[in-house]
C-alpha cells in the first residue's frame, strides 16, 4: 500500500492552509431542517469527517435564494440570516478539530424537485429535462434581468456564507444543475449572449465567479465543481472534447476562481474518445488553478496517481462515507472498508452511526 506521502503533505490553497489533500466531497444528505436550517445532527456528521483527519470538509448542496434555487426538501439553505445563525455549529465543529469547511452553493435549475417557497422552476431554455415525463412542468426561461438577478442570489449567499464562518463558496457546477444547464448545448438553446457558441454558454459562469469575487475578494476561497455527466445523462460529454475543456476551463481560470473541482467517473481515465488526457491534466493545462480531483479514488494508490498527473488535492464521497477516518487509515498504512450503500437507505439522510461520538 503507497505511503500516502503526498496525500498526507499541507496544501495552500488561496488564504487557506490545509493539513493534507483529502477533501470531504459534497453530497445530497437531505438532513436539514423543513425551513432550510442546517441542525446539530448535520454538525456531528461534518464533525466526524473533520475528526477522522480530513483536510478540507464541502458540505451539502445549499440553496442560495427564497427563489427557485432549492432542489429538494430538507435540504439546506444559506437563502436569509436564521440560514446564517443555523450552519455556525457546523463551522465552529469543523474548526475546533483543525479542518477547514466550504459550502457548496447551488441553485438546482430545471433538475428541481422541492420548493418550499415557488412552485416551478426556471432554467437558461425552457426545456424539459432529460428522463421527465409528458406531465412535468417545463421551466421557464430566465430573462436577461433575471440573470442578473440569480448571479446577485449567489453573491449574497457568499456573504452570507463568510458570516457564517466557512472558510469559502464552491459554485455547483456539475450534474445538470442550473449551472451546467447553462454550459450544456441541449439544455441552452439562448439565441442571446448567454447561448450559442461555448464562450457565450460559459459566460454565466464567467460573470458569477466575477461578480463574487468582487465582493470577497481574497477573504474567502471561490471555487467551482464542473462534470460532464449529470445525474440525468450520466454519458454526456462535451460535444467538442478537448477544444470545448480549453474553452470552459480557460475561461473560468481567467475569472480568478481558486480551485476547479472535476468530477468523473473515473477521474484517471481519458476524459473523451481519441484523447490520451484526463480531465484532472486538462483542468490544469487550461485553467491554471488549483485542481480536486473526483471518481474513483477510493484506495491511496489511486488517490496518489491523481496528485501525479496534476491534481492538487483530491475528494472522495462514498469511500468517506464507508471511511469517516479515511486519511487517519492511510497515516496508519491499515485497510478500507469497502462502501455497502447501507448509510443511503432507505433514504440518503444522516444515520445515527455517521454522528461523532466523543472518545470512540
Known sequence: ???????????????????????????????????????????????????GGFGLIITDATYPDEQYSQGTLNQPGIANEDHVQAWKASTEA?????????????HAGAVAQGNRYLSGTVAPSAI?????????????????????????GFVQAALRAEQAGFDGIELHGASGFLLDEFLTDYTNQRQDEYGGSTENRTRFITELIEAIKDKVGDRIIVGIRLS???????????????????????????????????????????AFENSSSTLVELVKKYGKTTVIANGQLDQPVDAEKALEIGADLISLGKPALANHDWPIKVA?????????????????TIKDSELYKENV
Open 228 to 270: 460532464q455527466s449529470k445525474i440525468n445523462d450520466y454519458t454526456h460529454k462535451w460535444a467538442n472534447g478537448e477544444k470545448d475543456a480549453e474553452i470552459i476551463f480557460g475561461a473560468i481560470g481567467k475569472a480568478k476562481v481558486d480551485y476547479i473541482h472535476i468530477t468523473e467517473y473515473n477521474s484517471l481515465l481519458p
Open 128 to 152: 424539459q429535462p432529460l428522463g421527465a415525463d409528458q406531465n412535468h412542468i417545463a421551466p421557464k426561461e430566465l430573462s436577461v434581468q433575471e440573470i442578473k438577478e440569480v448571479i446577485d
Open 1 to 51: 500500500m503507497t505511503t500516502g506521502k503526498k496525500l498526507l503533505s499541507t496544501y495552500q490553497l488561496g488564504n487557506m492552509s490545509l493539513k493534507n489533500r483529502v477533501v470531504l466531497a459534497p453530497m445530497t444528505r437531505m438532513s436539514a431542517d423543513h425551513d432550510g436550517s442546517a441542525n446539530d445532527r448535520m454538525a456531528r456528521y461534518y464533525e466526524s469527517f473533520a475528526a
Open 332 to 348: 496508519k498504512g491499515l485497510p478500507m472498508d469497502e462502501f455497502t450503500g447501507e448509510v443511503l437507505s432507505p433514504l440518503p
Open 94 to 106: 469543523v474548526h475546533a478539530k483543525g479542518s477547514k469547511i466550504i459550502l457548496q452553493v447551488a
